[in-house]
């Protein structure tokens, strides 16, 4: 068990091409490429430290002396007050 015999992976690639079709295999066939690929050059190159540029508006303002950001303020105030039975 554990084996995978050449009748076997015939079976399994028959039931690949029924499932999918013929003309959808080489788009799965590309993508599965790509993805190894990308998986490959990833695991090879050195993780780098992501820095946002000052120029890119999607990254976060650096704060500025004086302009720091209130606590969080309390859930419970947030909440409008449910209504009881009696008040209904």
Known sequence: MGNIGAWELIIILIMVVVVFGGRRL????????????????????????????????????APTAGSETPPPADEAAERPPTRTDDER
């Open 26 to 61: 080489p788009e799965l066939g590309r993508g599965l490429g790509q993805a190894l690929a990308n998986f490959r050059q990833a695991v090879r190159e050195p993780e780098k430290p992501a820095k946002p540029s000052p120029a890119d508006p999607s990254s976060p303002a």
